[in-house]
């Protein structure tokens, strides 16, 4: 621990507000947390994450990460029930069509509810000593030297009229895409980040169900991905308590909504035979739970030459990815990671360092999620270059990965982010996905 700096504030007590707070605590003296939400995380899904009521489980990249930022964090989430699952040989995936063909990988992953991941992590936070964690405040403005250095921030009670300044070497925006660091950008002169965009209209719609781990036998998760004909898609998640998350997602105007005929008639379409046996078993647990996504975003912080000293973003306030990805947590984490290593060269040109490294290793979630949200929303949409020739990879190395175990193995690492997207285009696998998965003559 090298400590190099006194105070340090992070607006957002999410995930990627937690990574940066237990990142930071071991470069400042003091951390503060502001977080808006006085719920605590032991309390159900919070209502400042939508996501929260959706299946969670930690890609393989996200695995490592979670334990370089909280060792032993996986064995304590499997303690207190989540579920282990080994990757492809416990899990079954269909993409563009096609099953990927299960095989060991000697990987393993963990599936679980947001809530439950969250505590876990947020008191792992809440124990270190220089640590502390203000509820029910929100940022309300930043504090500045002459408009050129961030100097704090300005937290107000939410709901109330009361105002404090909290003095600090170093603010970081942790709050998310609809954060307010670009408005405060506008207010003190600094031009605002350039943005991709890509429009996806989805819906995401969850119920959960009671059913023991081995009701598809040796599955703990199906996912039925969607393709240019059906943009619409399934995942069955084994989570704590003997619990499953029932999801159904879909683009455009045909996506579902909070309708149990619709949601029902949906899973009717979609399902596999073997699930649809199971499911009149299930009992349903509570509502049904509806989650709206309009576009994926990418601010490219990075690409600015002025930015004030003392400040960060970082999350989905930098990169917000399609979350059938399941790689917004990869991404935060990723983040944090960086954010250690640039804080090794001090406070002083962070931002330039920080952004450069952080939208470098953003950039492979961003990659795979647009190519593969471009067929099913239009190629006219997405309006990025090469997008049509890498989805039509894509589609050419799924239906090699139906019988081809290298292939599929090469595609999960790069959906849990293991690998970059680059790796998939290695002249073997390419010839397999040229081949199309067929025996060589």
Known sequence: MTISQDHAVVLGAGMSGLFTARVLADH??????????ATRTD????????????????????????????PGIIAECAEHGAVRASVLTQHRVYVYGHQLKQTEIGRETVLLSRPLLEHRVAERVRALPNVSVRRG???MDLVTAAGQRVTGVTIGRSGAAEREELPADLVVDATGRSGRARAWLRALGYPEPTEQRMPVSLSYVTRLYDLPPDVLGNDRLVSVGPHPGRPLGLAFVARENHQWSLSVYGYGPGRPTGDPERFNAIVEQLAPEYLLKALPRATGVGDIHVMQYPAGVRRRYDSLDRFPEG????GDAMCSVNPVYGSGMTNAAAQARVLDRQLRGGVRGLWRRYFRAAARVTAP?????????????GEAKSRLPGVRLGAAYLRRMARAAESDTEASAALMRVVGMDRPPASLFHPRLMARAIRGGRTAP
């Open 137 to 139: 405040w929100e940022a």
């Open 311 to 314: 400040f960060l973003v970082t």
């Open 365 to 377: 979630a961003w990659w795979f999620a647009t190519h593969g949200d471009a067929p099913l929303v």
């Open 28 to 37: 400042f003296r003091r951390v503060t947390v502001v977080e808006r939400d």
């Open 43 to 70: 309390d159900g899904p919070r209502r400042g994450i939508p996501q929260g009521h959706h299946p969670h489980g930690l890609l393989l990249k996200a695995s490592d990460l979670f334990e370089s930022l909280f």
